[in-house]
Protein backbone atom coordinates (compact mmCIF):
# COMPACT_ATOMS: atom_id res chain seq x y z
CA UNK A 1 0.00 0.00 0.00
CA UNK A 2 1.24 3.49 -0.59
CA UNK A 3 1.80 5.78 1.93
CA UNK A 4 -0.60 7.68 3.22
CA UNK A 5 0.38 11.43 2.97
CA UNK A 6 -1.90 13.92 4.64
CA UNK A 7 -2.26 17.67 3.94
CA UNK A 8 -2.25 20.66 6.72
CA UNK A 9 -3.44 24.22 6.49
CA UNK A 10 -4.70 26.40 9.14
CA UNK A 11 -6.88 29.45 9.12
CA UNK A 12 -7.29 32.81 11.13
CA UNK A 13 -3.75 34.02 12.07
CA UNK A 14 -4.65 37.55 11.14
CA UNK A 15 -8.17 37.61 12.90
CA UNK A 16 -8.34 39.82 16.15
CA UNK A 17 -10.91 37.40 17.16
CA UNK A 18 -12.14 33.84 17.53
CA UNK A 19 -10.07 31.02 17.51
CA UNK A 20 -7.49 29.73 14.76
CA UNK A 21 -8.73 26.46 13.03
CA UNK A 22 -6.33 24.07 11.01
CA UNK A 23 -7.38 20.64 9.08
CA UNK A 24 -5.55 17.78 8.55
CA UNK A 25 -7.03 15.52 5.13
CA UNK A 26 -6.17 12.44 3.72
CA UNK A 27 -7.33 12.65 0.29
CA UNK A 28 -8.20 9.04 -1.79
CA UNK A 29 -6.79 8.55 -4.92
CA UNK A 30 -9.38 6.62 -6.07
CA UNK A 31 -11.76 9.73 -5.58
CA UNK A 32 -10.10 12.36 -6.88
CA UNK A 33 -11.98 16.14 -6.39
CA UNK A 34 -11.54 18.48 -9.13
CA UNK A 35 -11.48 22.49 -8.54
CA UNK A 36 -8.96 22.26 -5.17
CA UNK A 37 -7.58 25.15 -4.78
CA UNK A 38 -6.08 27.86 -1.99
CA UNK A 39 -9.34 28.68 0.28
CA UNK A 40 -8.89 32.01 -0.34
CA UNK A 41 -8.83 31.83 -4.43
CA UNK A 42 -12.42 30.05 -4.35
CA UNK A 43 -15.76 31.70 -3.85
CA UNK A 44 -18.20 31.36 -0.83
CA UNK A 45 -20.28 28.47 -2.53
CA UNK A 46 -17.52 26.80 -4.33
CA UNK A 47 -15.54 26.60 -1.05
CA UNK A 48 -19.31 24.99 0.57
CA UNK A 49 -19.70 22.42 -2.62
CA UNK A 50 -15.75 21.49 -2.12
CA UNK A 51 -16.28 21.08 1.54
CA UNK A 52 -19.52 18.81 1.16
CA UNK A 53 -17.51 16.76 -1.31
CA UNK A 54 -14.16 16.49 0.43
CA UNK A 55 -16.13 15.27 3.41
CA UNK A 56 -17.91 12.17 1.47
CA UNK A 57 -14.27 11.33 -0.64
CA UNK A 58 -11.38 12.08 1.52
CA UNK A 59 -9.99 8.97 3.16
CA UNK A 60 -9.73 10.89 7.02
CA UNK A 61 -9.68 14.36 8.10
CA UNK A 62 -9.45 16.00 11.02
CA UNK A 63 -9.94 19.72 12.66
CA UNK A 64 -8.17 20.77 14.96
CA UNK A 65 -7.89 24.37 16.94
CA UNK A 66 -6.90 27.04 19.58
CA UNK A 67 -9.09 29.15 21.34
CA UNK A 68 -8.50 32.79 22.08
CA UNK A 69 -6.96 32.04 25.52
CA UNK A 70 -3.71 29.94 23.84
CA UNK A 71 -3.79 32.68 21.32
CA UNK A 72 -3.01 35.00 23.67
CA UNK A 73 -0.55 33.15 25.95
CA UNK A 74 1.94 31.29 23.79
CA UNK A 75 1.25 33.79 20.86
CA UNK A 76 -0.40 33.04 16.97
CA UNK A 77 2.36 30.94 15.62
CA UNK A 78 2.60 28.68 18.41
CA UNK A 79 -1.44 28.45 18.64
CA UNK A 80 -1.57 27.98 15.24
CA UNK A 81 1.26 25.21 15.56
CA UNK A 82 -0.76 23.72 17.96
CA UNK A 83 -4.13 23.46 15.87
CA UNK A 84 -2.35 21.87 13.09
CA UNK A 85 -0.89 19.11 15.66
CA UNK A 86 -4.21 18.48 17.16
CA UNK A 87 -6.06 18.19 13.82
CA UNK A 88 -3.56 15.26 12.67
CA UNK A 89 -3.77 13.57 15.84
CA UNK A 90 -7.06 13.92 15.10
CA UNK A 91 -7.49 11.65 12.04
CA UNK A 92 -9.05 8.26 12.35
CA UNK A 93 -6.00 6.89 10.20
CA UNK A 94 -2.68 7.56 11.12
CA UNK A 95 -0.55 9.55 8.24
CA UNK A 96 2.64 8.09 6.89
CA UNK A 97 3.92 11.96 6.18
CA UNK A 98 2.59 15.32 5.94
CA UNK A 99 2.22 18.39 4.27
CA UNK A 100 2.19 21.06 5.74
CA UNK A 101 1.08 24.66 4.33
CA UNK A 102 3.80 27.29 4.96
CA UNK A 103 7.56 27.37 6.17
CA UNK A 104 6.74 26.38 9.86
CA UNK A 105 6.42 22.45 11.01
CA UNK A 106 4.24 21.18 13.83
CA UNK A 107 5.52 18.28 15.83
CA UNK A 108 3.98 15.13 14.57
CA UNK A 109 3.87 11.57 14.61
CA UNK A 110 5.25 11.37 11.43
CA UNK A 111 7.53 12.35 8.79
CA UNK A 112 6.56 16.38 7.84
CA UNK A 113 7.37 19.02 4.68
CA UNK A 114 7.04 22.78 4.83
CA UNK A 115 5.65 24.08 1.31
CA UNK A 116 5.54 27.61 1.18
CA UNK A 117 2.02 27.99 -0.73
CA UNK A 118 1.28 24.78 -0.74
CA UNK A 119 -2.47 25.34 -0.61
CA UNK A 120 -2.53 26.75 -3.77
CA UNK A 121 -0.63 24.09 -5.27
CA UNK A 122 -0.36 20.82 -3.65
CA UNK A 123 -4.15 18.63 -3.22
CA UNK A 124 -4.40 17.85 0.30
CA UNK A 125 -3.55 20.93 1.56
CA UNK A 126 -5.50 22.93 -1.00
CA UNK A 127 -8.55 20.14 0.65
CA UNK A 128 -7.28 21.05 4.26
CA UNK A 129 -7.30 24.57 4.00
CA UNK A 130 -11.24 24.39 2.22
CA UNK A 131 -12.39 22.36 5.72
CA UNK A 132 -10.55 24.77 7.75
CA UNK A 133 -11.93 27.74 6.32
CA UNK A 134 -15.33 26.81 6.28
CA UNK A 135 -15.42 25.30 9.63
CA UNK A 136 -13.95 28.58 10.83
CA UNK A 137 -16.17 30.82 8.85
CA UNK A 138 -19.05 28.76 10.12
CA UNK A 139 -18.33 29.66 14.03
CA UNK A 140 -17.86 33.05 13.15
CA UNK A 141 -21.43 33.29 11.62
CA UNK A 142 -23.10 31.98 15.04
CA UNK A 143 -20.60 33.84 16.96
CA UNK A 144 -21.90 37.19 15.12
CA UNK A 145 -25.55 36.06 16.91
CA UNK A 146 -23.84 35.75 20.49
CA UNK A 147 -21.85 39.14 20.17
CA UNK A 148 -24.17 41.39 17.80
CA UNK A 149 -23.12 44.61 16.18
CA UNK A 150 -19.53 43.29 15.40
CA UNK A 151 -20.25 42.15 12.54
CA UNK A 152 -18.15 38.82 12.63
CA UNK A 153 -20.70 36.84 9.82
CA UNK A 154 -18.85 39.25 7.48
CA UNK A 155 -15.44 39.70 8.03
CA UNK A 156 -15.34 36.68 10.40
CA UNK A 157 -12.82 39.12 12.44
CA UNK A 158 -10.30 40.40 10.52
CA UNK A 159 -9.69 43.70 11.17
CA UNK A 160 -11.87 45.53 9.27
CA UNK A 161 -12.84 49.22 9.03
CA UNK A 162 -16.09 48.06 9.92
CA UNK A 163 -14.75 45.67 12.76
CA UNK A 164 -12.47 48.27 14.28
CA UNK A 165 -15.14 50.64 14.39
CA UNK A 166 -17.60 48.51 16.08
CA UNK A 167 -14.89 48.10 19.10
CA UNK A 168 -14.38 51.81 19.72
CA UNK A 169 -18.44 51.85 20.23
CA UNK A 170 -18.80 48.74 21.92
CA UNK A 171 -15.88 47.46 23.40
CA UNK A 172 -13.88 44.25 23.65
CA UNK A 173 -15.87 41.45 23.75
CA UNK A 174 -14.42 37.83 25.55
CA UNK A 175 -13.81 35.98 21.99
CA UNK A 176 -11.40 39.25 21.12
CA UNK A 177 -7.43 38.82 21.57
CA UNK A 178 -5.97 40.83 23.95
CA UNK A 179 -2.81 40.52 22.71
CA UNK A 180 -2.86 41.78 19.18
CA UNK A 181 -2.10 45.31 19.09
CA UNK A 182 -5.89 46.99 17.93
CA UNK A 183 -7.34 44.84 20.76
CA UNK A 184 -4.47 45.80 23.11
CA UNK A 185 -4.57 49.36 22.83
CA UNK A 186 -8.30 49.62 23.25
CA UNK A 187 -8.28 47.60 26.50
CA UNK A 188 -5.43 49.58 27.96
CA UNK A 189 -7.50 52.73 27.06
CA UNK A 190 -10.40 51.30 28.65
CA UNK A 191 -8.64 50.44 31.43
CA UNK A 192 -8.99 46.72 31.06
CA UNK A 193 -13.08 46.57 30.40
CA UNK A 194 -13.81 43.77 28.53
CA UNK A 195 -17.57 42.64 27.75
CA UNK A 196 -19.25 38.99 28.14
CA UNK A 197 -21.81 38.31 25.07
CA UNK A 198 -24.65 39.35 27.39
CA UNK A 199 -23.63 42.81 27.88
CA UNK A 200 -22.43 43.36 24.22
CA UNK A 201 -26.04 42.57 23.31
CA UNK A 202 -27.05 44.96 25.90
CA UNK A 203 -24.57 47.65 24.57
CA UNK A 204 -25.86 46.92 20.91
CA UNK A 205 -29.65 47.41 21.70
Known amino acids: MADLVCGV ?4 R ?3 AGPVVAAAVI ?6 ID ?3 DSKKLTEKRRETLFTEIHEKALALSTGRAEVEEIDTINILQASLLAMQRAVAGLSVRPDHALVDGNKLPRLPCTAEAIIGGDATVACISAASIIAKV ?5 MVVLDGKFPGYGFARH ?3 PTKIHLQALQE ?5 IHRCSFGPVKRLLQTAGGTMLGNDEAARNKS
Not at 135 to 139: A, F, G, I, V, Y
Open 135 to 139: TRDRE
Open 14 to 16: GPL
Open 9 to 12: DEVG
Open 27 to 32: LDPRYP
Open 170 to 174: LGVTT
Open 156 to 158: KGY
Open 35 to 37: GLN
